[in-house]
């Protein structure tokens, strides 16, 4: 290695990646370095494409090689993520997915169900490889929300082909029912209909698996945590204080699973419901708020028409609100699956 590209690499470690609070070269995430006349030029590989910090990552980059690094006055960086693997997930099942974030909620109407539709979508327009599973085996909102109807899933061979909307791979009992026919099951079905959509259905590589999990802590969450190792749990609920209380039993129940929580999403925030609720439910159980998501008719009409907030009004206090779940959700996912041991596995990151 030449001389003046090791003094970049140098300067380079002197930049800390704010998450996982160890250099960018050490995690190997600089890739790709070359020095043409006075320009450094290199890849960031970061651990999601949803990442929030890419302009942190210029400013820190920039600032520590121009004037420090004799010769170099400009700096060009070229954008890559690799999504790292819960391997946990590859141990148990050979299931061809790097995470999966179950979104729960301690009662029902608290919109968990619109939660797990924006931010599949929001993560799968970020670049990711997204699968959005409806664990609702009861009563399936997902494909009215994502806009597939009565889609029915083909098979090949001995597997099912997800339903696509938005970017996101998709699987729920309502694609293999009609709406007048109920869906009866008892506790040992659920946990088998569960367990077939995640081994039975040819979901491809996936960055994010989120499902969508039923209201409360009945058998549907409790087989999801026994049949896979969950790389975390979000719990969704409305400001007021009976949500709050259904919602903390959410959470001694993930916990008492030992199942990660990624945090609290305090949903319909605003003059009708309040707020604040969740962020002092996150407080005080040691969690992370993750934000508030304010009450619209639009978000509710993305659900009734097919289309999710993010696609159809982005720009809406809603849509920006999903849109920064996404970055932050995505940023946490990427520091429990790195923080599981002492060191960070280097293969992981790249």
């Known amino acids: 290695m030449s001389d003046i ?39 960031i590989v970061l651990t999601t494409p949803a990442c929030p910090l890419k302009h942190v990552f210029q400013e820190r ?44 909620s301690g009662k029902g109407g608290v919109g968990k169900s619109t939660v797990s539709v924006n ?45 696509e909307a938005y970017g996101v791979k998709v699987m729920s009992t309502g694609f293999l029912t009609t709406p007048d026919k109920p869906m009866i099951m008892r506790g040992p079905m659920l946990h088998s209909a569960i367990r077939q959509f995640f081994i039975d259905v040819e979901w491809d590589r996936l960055d994010y698996m989120v499902v969508d999990l039923p209201p409360g802590t009945g058998d549907a969450p409790l087989s999801l945590a026994q049949s896979f ?44 419901f309040g707020s604040g609720g969740g962020e002092k439910l996150a407080e005080q159980r040691g969690l992370t708020f993750l934000g508030r998501v304010p009450m619209a008719a639009a978000v509710r009409e993305g659900g009734d028409y097919g289309r999710p907030i993010v696609v159809s009004q982005p720009d809406s206090p809603a849509g920006q609100a999903f849109a920064q779940l996404a970055q932050i959700i995505a940023a946490r996912v990427s520091v429990l699956m790195l923080s599981d041991s002492n060191t960070i596995p280097l293969n992981i990151i790249g």
């Open 119 to 163: 931010l599949a979508v929001a993560l799968a327009e970020a670049g990711a490889r997204v699968g959005l599973l409806d664990a609702d085996i009861l009563n399936p909102n997902v494909p009215t929300m994502m806009g597939l109807g009565y889609g029915r899933p083909k098979v090949a061979g001995e597997k099912m082909i997800p339903l």
């Open 5 to 43: 590209k090791q003094q970049v690499l140098d300067a380079l470690s002197t930049v800390i990646e704010p998450e996982l609070h160890q250099d960018i070269v050490s995690l190997e995430m600089v890739r790709d370095l070359t020095v043409e006349g006075d320009t450094a030029k290199f890849t």
């Open 61 to 104: 980059c920039t600032e520590a090689l121009i004037g420090k690094v004799p010769g170099i006055n400009r700096v060009e960086i070229k954008w890559d993520s690799q999504v790292p693997m819960d391997h946990r997930i590859q141990g148990r099942l050979d299931v061809p997915m790097n995470s999966i974030i179950a979104v729960g």
């Open 229 to 272: 190792p969950l790389t975390g749990a979000i719990i969704v609920t409305q400001p007021q204080d009976v949500a709050i209380s259904d919602a903390l039993r959410s959470v001694a129940m993930f916990e008492k699973l030992n199942v990660p929580i990624i945090g609290i999403v305090e949903n319909m925030s605003g003059e009708f």
